[in-house]
């Protein structure tokens, strides 16, 4: 049943891989960088899988990025605070779970990143609609087509496959290389 499947899922990614946009990559990297520099705050937030992808993105820019360096990257995970989560979904609404946190700490020049496998989660595209309206900058980590969420944020990365697996595999290479690449350029000696 299973015979043969591991070669179709890593060819179908490779596939992929092949098709990366190096380009778009940059811009990412770049805008991370400068908000680095300029000490902006850093928001990403997901659902599900991409939730935790979110998570561990903010795991390895605060501490991986910066390990033994005074200077720190300022990134908050919007989804991993469950209390306040749970707070604005019951009083509330689900759709307002990160948009809401927004509104308590988001500055102008601030970037905020949306990870949406459909690029239709309507908790994130709420929460970037705010954050454009507030001046801040927004990245989207998509799949499929890209969705809403392509079309809304200023920096798209869509994983173009409609597997949503295989797009939250790009999405946590995407974040791995991040990682590799600031920490560089922030002078980790990691």
């Not at 499947?5 to 098709?19: H, M, T, V």
């Not at 902006?40 to 979110?54: D, R």
């Amino acid at each position: 049943m299973t015979e043969g499947f591991s070669n179709k899922y890593i060819n179908e990614f490779k596939a992929l891989l092949d098709r990366f946009p190096h380009d778009t990559f940059q811009k990412i990297f770049k805008m991370l960088l400068d908000a680095y520099k300029h000490d902006k705050h850093i928001f990403v937030m997901g659902n599900g899988g991409s939730g935790s992808t979110a998570s561990h993105f903010a795991c390895d820019l605060n501490k991986g990025c910066c390990y033994g360096l005074e200077k720190k990257f300022k990134m908050i995970c919007l989804n991993d605070n469950i209390p306040s989560i749970l707070a604005y979904a019951n009083d509330h609404s689900y759709e307002d779970i990160f948009v809401e946190q927004l509104k308590n700490f988001l500055k102008e020049g601030d970037v905020v990143i949306g990870i949406s496998g459909s690029g239709n989660s309507r908790n994130v595209l709420k929460a970037i609609e705010y954050a454009k309206n507030k001046g801040a900058i927004t990245i989207g980590l998509c799949g499929y087509d890209g969705g809403a969420l392509s079309k809304m944020v200023d920096i798209p990365l869509v994983a173009e496959i409609n597997d949503m697996q295989k797009a939250e595999d790009l999405h946590m290479i995407v974040v791995h290389m991040l990682m590799q690449s600031l920490s560089r350029a922030v002078g980790c000696s990691r």
